[in-house]
């Protein structure tokens, strides 16, 4: 597996395999023949439904500046290799035509067709949780024990900017008030919810309170196209800043913090590995269920749970999204996606406190069986209902 600063990725919003993905794209086009004469891109897929709601031609626009370029949407053609389909036909300086297959594989990150990564270096030895396990039990090793052990030296100090970026969105979004972009003019909530406290306020209302409008915060600022971080995507990007502010509030230590952020990165490595986390793969299961047994795991982790406890903790949260739909109205990463993040964080917390009233021994379903279960669920999933805003609530609303 990759390092976890494959999966935590800062850029820009709304969408990482909409945005991010086809930007990079885009410069592995321009670095790999930077004197062609011109650039045709055509995009497929979900990439091409949802495409104009993502703000894809504008972050492509963006990139290829006055480099001579034409950029196309094909609304038909979804019978494809990969639903974030794109196409490049480059005219170079002889008047020869290259052709290049990309795919945006979510989390900002792309595939080459017909080539390896090269440029990315596997630094686990293990490709999923069991063997994880193993490996941490045979040797004595806590899951962060093991992380730093295979991790390279500049890894927590990358967490450190993740965090920040992270604290940053929710204090953002939590300043700004009036409606986000985009024709359905969806309200700004963050401000309000965060406002909305009582005197002599419950724990357990002031939590999900607080917990909500941290979440509302950092997802609309995803939505209005800010600099977000992935987790495991821009869609899903909410929940893990939304726990990390609210558990700093709660007084634990930056370290342990910067800690459990790691274990959360190693569980969304484990389903982008061996499943997807990308909706228009997997539907919306693979971005708000993966980021919520991260959540989980992050949450088990402050309290020092053992590897058997994260393991179900994480495994809880994300059998209980599978076949989840990924349907964004108009295309936009707004409903049902920023009240979605909302929930997921409250879940993550709630799969993780379930643990807490069960033998960690006697679980039937291990996290890589239900990846397993969640990635096969997603390639059966109607393409309707596969961030292609063909179906669910973005067809039925009006």
Same mark, same amino acid.
């Given at each position: 597996?990759?390092?976890?600063?494959?999966?935590?990725?800062?850029?820009?919003?709304?969408?990482?395999?909409?945005?991010?993905?086809?930007?990079?794209?885009?410069?592995?086009?321009?670095?790999?023949?930077?004197?062609?004469?011109?650039?045709?891109?055509?995009?497929?897929?979900?990439?091409?439904?949802?495409?104009?709601?993502?703000?894809?031609?504008?972050?492509?626009?963006?990139?290829?500046?006055?480099?001579?370029?034409?950029?196309?949407?094909?609304?038909?053609?979804?019978?494809?290799?990969?639903?974030?389909?794109?196409?490049?036909?480059?005219?170079?300086?002889?008047?020869?035509?290259?052709?290049?297959?990309?795919?945006?594989?979510?989390?900002?990150?792309?595939?080459?067709?017909?080539?390896?990564?090269?440029?990315?270096?596997?630094?686990?030895?293990?490709?999923?949780?069991?063997?994880?396990?193993?490996?941490?039990?045979?040797?004595?090793?806590?899951?962060?024990?093991?992380?730093?052990?295979?991790?390279?030296?500049?890894?927590? #100090?990358?967490?450190?900017?993740?965090?920040?970026?992270?604290?940053?969105?929710?204090?953002?979004?939590?300043?700004? #008030?009036?409606?986000?972009?985009?024709?359905?003019?969806?309200?700004?909530?963050?401000?309000?919810?965060?406002?909305?406290?009582?005197?002599?306020?419950?724990?357990?209302?002031?939590?999900?309170?607080?917990?909500?409008?941290?979440?509302?915060?950092?997802?609309?600022?995803?939505?209005?196209?800010?600099?977000?971080?992935?987790?495991?995507?821009?869609?899903?990007?909410?929940?893990?800043?939304?726990?990390?502010?609210?558990?700093?509030?709660?007084?634990?230590?930056?370290?342990?913090?910067?800690?459990?952020?790691?274990?959360?990165?190693?569980?969304?490595?484990?389903?982008?590995?061996?499943?997807?986390?990308?909706?228009?793969?997997?539907?919306?299961?693979?971005?708000?269920?993966?980021?919520?047994?991260?959540?989980?795991?992050?949450?088990?982790?402050?309290?020092?749970?053992?590897?058997?406890?994260?393991?179900?903790?994480?495994?809880?949260?994300?059998?209980?999204?599978?076949?989840?739909?990924?349907?964004?109205?108009?295309?936009?990463?707004?409903?049902?996606?920023?009240?979605?993040?909302?929930?997921?964080?409250?879940?993550?917390?709630?799969?993780?406190?379930?643990?807490?009233?069960?033998?960690?021994?006697?679980?039937?379903?291990?996290?890589?069986?239900?990846?397993?279960?969640?990635?096969?669920?997603?390639?059966?999933?109607?393409?309707?209902?596969?961030?292609?805003?063909?179906?669910?609530?973005?067809?039925?609303?009006?």
């Amino acid at each position: 597996m990759y390092s976890i600063k494959e999966l935590y990725k800062i850029g820009n919003g709304p969408s990482s395999s909409h945005t991010m993905g086809p930007k990079n794209a885009v410069r592995y086009i321009l670095k790999k023949y930077p004197d062609a004469l011109f650039y045709d891109m055509t995009l497929y897929g979900s990439l091409a439904l949802t495409g104009k709601g993502h703000l894809t031609d504008v972050v492509v626009e963006n990139t290829f500046k006055d480099i001579p370029h034409a950029l196309h949407f094909n609304y038909e053609e979804l019978e494809l290799d990969h639903p974030n389909t794109i196409k490049f036909v480059i005219t170079l300086t002889n008047n020869e035509k290259k052709e290049v297959t990309i795919y945006s594989i979510g989390g900002g990150l792309i595939q080459i067709k017909g080539e390896t990564d090269k440029y990315r270096e596997h630094v686990y030895p293990h490709k999923n949780f069991t063997s994880i396990k193993q490996y941490c039990l045979e040797n004595h090793l806590s899951l962060i024990e093991y992380i730093d052990k295979f991790e390279s030296g500049d890894t927590r #100090e990358y967490i450190e900017k993740i965090y920040i970026v992270m604290k940053e969105m929710v204090d953002n979004g939590l300043m700004k #008030e009036g409606v986000l972009p985009g024709s359905l003019k969806v309200k700004r909530k963050a401000k309000e919810i965060y406002n909305k406290g009582v005197p002599e306020e419950n724990p357990t209302r002031k939590e999900k309170r607080l917990i909500s409008a941290y979440a509302f915060a950092a997802s609309e600022e995803n939505a209005s196209g800010e600099e977000v971080v992935t987790a495991p995507t821009c869609g899903s990007c909410g929940i893990m800043p939304a726990l990390v502010r609210y558990y700093e509030e709660q007084g634990y230590s930056h370290e342990v913090i910067i800690d459990a952020l790691m274990v959360a990165g190693l569980i969304g490595l484990i389903v982008k590995h061996n499943a997807s986390i990308s909706g228009a793969e997997c539907g919306c299961q693979a971005e708000i269920g993966t980021a919520i047994s991260m959540g989980a795991a992050f949450v088990s982790q402050l309290k020092g749970k053992d590897i058997e406890i994260i393991e179900r903790a994480a495994e809880i949260a994300m059998e209980h999204t599978l076949g989840l739909t990924c349907d964004p109205i108009s295309g936009y990463v707004q409903i049902p996606c920023i009240e979605r993040n909302a929930i997921g964080a409250l879940r993550a917390i709630e799969a993780s406190a379930l643990t807490d009233f069960m033998d960690s021994t006697s679980s039937k379903i291990s996290f890589d069986l239900v990846v397993e279960t969640m990635y096969e669920t997603g390639l059966d999933l109607s393409k309707n209902y596969r961030e292609t805003s063909i179906g669910g609530l973005a067809k039925t609303y009006k």
